[in-house]
Each structure stands twice: as structure tokens, then as C-alpha cells.
């Protein structure tokens, strides 16, 4: 845990949508809540120039206030976006140290992610902000080996130094195998699936997948399908006609959810460290998954390379298959994982990295 003497402050538990990593709040006790009028993605929604919009600034100077009045002595800012950069540009202002978790890699996911609708001059600004962020931060957390290189690479820069390597934390809800059920229903397959509604999460190669397997096969999605311009209508009507789909629900909803498959299935086209992949391992199921995550050194840690399968639908029904028998293997990773991702564990490096950053 931090020292009684270090005030963390940050935006890991401010923002809606996607749920959080569990224990943060162990993480960041002092945790800067506040409210910014008007939206600043806006002002890049439509923005196509070479520099920022200069309204983007305005906010900073509130911001520098509000960490005085906090008198924080470190700024912990987990995953990126146009509120951290901001929050980042306000503790540079009162020379307060930061320290970053990145939980993606805009370089990579602009182009195939939310951002997507966004301006060609926007996306570059955003990425060169996630870069000027990374480079003023004190301590830079990456959650896997493959996701730093991939930071270096994407943005041609050497992302190692002041970096740690630093996993994401299990929920204990999840912490229970269970052995397989046949889930719903009496057929020969469960599958899972647990993604936002979004490109960079390829629902048209799951759709495909799902409408090329056996009729009695049974398909299961936890997510919110939206309008979007990045997913076709006629692959939501596909995705539909073969999954049951259920609402973003409760971790302990979930754990019961992920007892219910045979196996999960998440093809990603990049995707750093979803958390689907941890939680449904915990319970004893495997996930087919992508080579573009980083998960992929875990796997092969477990021998599990024959599951990380994205190509076409009849090799990902076949490693479906493969990860619904192999229990073997799913004890491999289970153990792995466990160990690695222990919350406490966890939560000492993060303190261990906070002191680095104010030494």
C-alpha cells in the first residue's frame, strides 16, 4: 500500500462506462473527483488541424487549482484519453510528478476503435498526446511485456526506461473453479463472448464463427449493441440471429455467466490486456484468442499456442473445441495467472512504483 505520506490522486475511479480494475480504490485512496463543463473530446471531434484547439487549454489552469487544493504529491493517471492528458498538462504546471498506467495503446487502437469517426488531424494529436504524456510521466506502468514493445514500436520510442511491467488485479469474486456443466442448455457447446460493440473487438468475425457452427451449438454474448459506424448493420443482424445477448452485468453475475460456457472466444484485432480473458481462467474456462493481445506470452507460458487462433471461422470452431477439452491446460493458466495477478501482489508493486516516482 502507499505510504501514509503519499497522496494519490488520478482518474481511475471518476469515469463511466467499462468497469474498472477491482481494488483500485486500494491503489489511489486519495482520488481527485471533478467535473469539467462541456465535453473536451468535442473540440477534436471535428478538428482536423495540425496543432490543438486552443479552448483545449482552458482547462488546464482549473485543474492546476484543484491538485493545489488537493496538495497531492504524485498524480496516478490509469489508461489514457483527453482527460488525462489534460490532468497531465495541469500537474507539469505545479511540477507534480506523474505516474501512468497504460491500459491500451492509442497509437494502435485510433484507427480501429471509438476514435475511429474522428478527423485524421485529430487521431495524430491524440497519439502524439498519449506519447508527450508517457515521456513527462516519472514511472510509466505497462500491464504486459507485449504491450510496452508494442508502445515502443508504435510510437518510435524506447517506452523501457522508467517503465514496469505491472498486471492488471483479479476479483476475488472470480477466484472459484467450476467444473463444466453444459451451462444452459444440454448442447454439445456454450460460447462465450464479452466485448464492447466495437471494431477494434471484430463482432463480424465472431457473427461468422457463430453462423458457421453446428446448429446446436449455443452462443452467448455479454454487451451493448449500439449504432456505430465502425460495425455494419447487416453484421449486427448476422450477430443477432445466433447469439442471446445480455446487458453489461455485475461481477458476480458474471462469474455464473462465464460457469454457464464451455469456452469463450475474443478475437480482437488489438486488445492489451482484457480483463474477459483473467476472469473466465480463474472460473476454469479458456478463451480463444487473438495473437494481437497480450495475453499471448501467458499462453504459451501455459502451452496453450493452439488457442491463440483469429483467423477463420472453422480453425476458431476447432480451437473452441480444443479449449473446451483440454483441462489440462486450463489448470496451466489458472495457476499462472492466479500467482501473477494476485491482488496484493499487485498493489505492492504499484506502492513500490509511486515511491520510485517521488525519490
Not at 486450463?330 to 499462472?336: P, S
Amino acid at each position: 500500500m502507499p505510504e501514509a505520506n503519499i497522496d494519490v490522486t488520478g482518474l481511475a475511479l471518476m469515469s463511466g462506462g467499462e468497469r474498472k480494475p477491482h481494488g483500485l480504490e486500494e491503489i489511489a485512496p486519495g482520488v481527485l473527483s471533478f467535473r469539467l463543463e462541456g465535453s473536451p473530446y468535442r473540440l477534436l471531434q471535428d478538428w482536423n488541424g495540425s496543432e490543438l484547439p486552443p479552448e483545449l487549454t482552458t482547462y488546464v489552469e482549473p485543474l492546476a487549482r484543484a491538485l493545489t487544493r488537493k496538495r497531492a504529491d504524485l498524480v496516478f493517471l490509469v489508461g489514457f484519453g483527453v482527460e488525462q492528458w489534460l490532468v497531465a498538462q495541469a500537474a507539469a504546471l505545479r511540477r507534480i510528478p506523474v505516474a501512468i498506467s497504460h491500459h491500451g495503446v492509442l497509437a494502435a487502437e485510433a484507427g480501429v476503435s471509438g476514435y475511429d469517426t474522428y478527423p485524421p488531424g485529430a487521431r495524430r494529436l491524440l497519439i502524439r498526446m498519449e506519447r508527450d504524456v508517457s515521456e513527462q510521466a516519472a514511472v510509466r506502468i505497462f500491464l504486459n511485456q507485449w504491450s510496452r514493445d508494442q508502445f515502443s514500436l508504435l510510437h518510435n520510442i524506447n517506452a523501457r526506461p522508467r517503465s514496469r511491467i505491472i498486471p492488471i488485479p483479479y476479483n476475488d469474486v472470480f477466484d472459484e473453479p467450476v467444473p463444466l456443466t453444459r451451462g444452459w442448455t444440454r448442447a454439445p457447446m456454450n460460447v462465450g463472448w464479452v466485448a464492447r460493440w466495437d471494431r477494434i473487438k471484430r463482432p463480424s468475425l465472431v457473427a461468422q464463427t457463430a453462423s458457421a457452427s453446428p446448429r446446436r451449438w449455443r452462443w452467448n454474448a455479454v454487451t451493448t449493441i449500439r449504432e456505430t459506424a465502425s460495425v455494419p448493420e447487416a453484421t449486427r443482424k448476422q450477430f443477432v440471429r445466433r447469439f442471446r445477448v445480455l446487458e453489461p452485468m455485475s461481477p458476480t453475475r458474471l462469474a455464473d455467466f462465464y460457469a454457464k460456457t464451455d469456452a469463450l472466444m475474443l478475437p480482437s484485432a488489438f486488445d492489451v490486456s482484457p480483463t474477459v480473458v483473467l476472469e473466465a481462467a480463474l472460473r476454469g474456462r479458456l478463451t480463444v484468442l487473438s495473437k494481437h493481445t497480450g495475453w499471448t506470452d501467458a499462453y504459451r507460458e501455459a502451452e496453450l499456442d493452439h488457442l491463440l487462433c483469429d483467423s477463420t471461422p472453422s480453425a476458431m470452431l476447432a480451437a473452441l473445441e480444443s479449449a473446451r477439452d483440454d483441462r489440462e491446460g486450463t489448470e496451466r493458466l489458472r495457476t499462472l495467472l492466479r500467482e501473477r495477478h494476485e491482488p496484493a501482489r499487485v498493489f505492492a508493486a504499484h506502492a513500490k512504483a509511486f515511491r520510485d516516482a517521488l525519490s
